[in-house]
């Protein structure tokens, strides 16, 4: 595809409040040349952050319907948030992280727990044809895996070995995830498996992450003036296909405003670029008390059973 070049007179919509879509506004307009008034980002809620949208209260509680494990090789966050100053504006984000990092080193006594008991540096337990298939798994292309899972590629004893519980603690993994998000996993955190028995080298925020990185990003759009529209849901888009590929070239989204649904066709004209934001890391993630079940869910929804809701509240608690 030939290479664009900058438009300051583009018009950018961006489809999705989550982070992914407060960092591409970001870049737009810092590498871009996009005036922030010319961008608009589109999110279905009342609230920006995607899976980071922390909240709650002192009464009810605080939870986090998801989170990013940082580590020192997410460059291009550091990059990003070197130019976006904290909430105090006393620093940028990244000094932020890095100074606390620097001062509070991730280091657990107590990966693992079995029978009420400590494990001192948990062996991974693996045998050579764990070792093999897990080596199988980073060189075999996803084309072949396919829809397999996890459970597909490995024997039943796998799944009873340290190394697999200190992996699905910390990469949220269970047996019948895909495979091949497992392999990607594999080739892009392979640097962090000698540190799994201390968690070193996991990189924490001064806040929870919608604290510490939501908001300050969505503090500088907003003084850039990027627009955010809340309640509005995109129903349906039309694609063009030229020698450049296919690009969106109209969209139709409902907006509601004082409780009144109003729909809009659009067509985008060439100077206008449409950006869709999926994969959400909680998009079919409903919350509800250890004590009450919810009664009844949106479609885009589902329980959790209440075992698995502890575990996913006590490891994302603020």
């Keep these: 595809m030939p290479a664009r070049r900058s438009d300051t007179n583009a018009k950018v919509y961006l489809v999705g409040g989550g982070i992914a879509s407060l960092a591409a506004a970001a870049f737009f307009i810092r590498d871009g040349n ?40 997410y460059l291009c966050t550091y ?30 006594k107590s990966r693992l727990v079995r029978g009420g008991q400590r494990i001192n540096a948990p062996r991974f337990g693996l045998s050579e044809r764990h ?8 060189v075999e292309p996803e084309s072949i895996l396919g ?9 039943p004893s796998f799944f009873e070995t340290d190394f697999w ?14 495979a091949v998000e497992l392999k990607r996993y594999l080739a892009r955190f392979v640097h962090m498996v000698s540190g799994f028995n201390t968690l070193s080298g996991i990189l924490r925020t001064v806040y929870n992450q919608y604290d510490s990185m939501v908001r300050p990003l969505q503090k500088w ?32 989204f409902v907006a509601a405003f004082s409780a009144i649904a109003l729909l809009f066709g659009t067509n985008l004209n060439p100077s206008e ?43 994302q608690s603020l």
Excluded at 79 to 108: C, H
Excluded at 131 to 138: F, G, M, P, S
Excluded at 147 to 155: A, G, K, L, P, T
Excluded at 165 to 172: E, R
């Design 273 to 315: 670029r449409a950006w869709l934001i999926y994969g959400c890391l909680a998009v079919l993630v409903s919350i509800y008390s250890l004590y009450l079940r919810a009664c009844s869910l949106p479609s885009r929804s589902c329980f959790i059973p209440q075992k698995q809701y502890r575990s996913l509240k006590r490891s």
């Design 34 to 73: 996009i005036p922030g008034h010319n961008i608009t980002i589109l999110e279905e809620s009342r609230k920006i952050g995607g899976s980071l949208d922390a909240g709650g209260n002192p009464v009810d509680g605080y939870i986090m319907r998801g989170g990013r494990m940082l580590e020192s090789k």
């Design 221 to 252: 759009l907003e003084e850039h003036g990027v627009k955010s529209e809340f309640n509005a849901s995109v129903t349906n888009l039309g694609f063009c296909h030229d020698a450049e590929g296919f690009t969106v070239d109209r969209s139709v």
């Design 147 to 155: 829809r397999s899972s996890i459970s597909d590629q490995f024997e």
């Design 79 to 108: 990059d990003l948030f070197s130019s976006i100053p904290t909430l105090d504006r006393s620093k940028t984000v990244t000094q932020e992280i890095f100074e606390l990092n620097k001062l509070m080193k991730t280091s657990s």
């Design 165 to 178: 519980a200190m992996w699905c603690t910390t990469f949220a993994f269970q047996p019948w995830h895909s």
């Design 131 to 138: 070792i093999l298939t897990i080596e199988r798994l980073r």
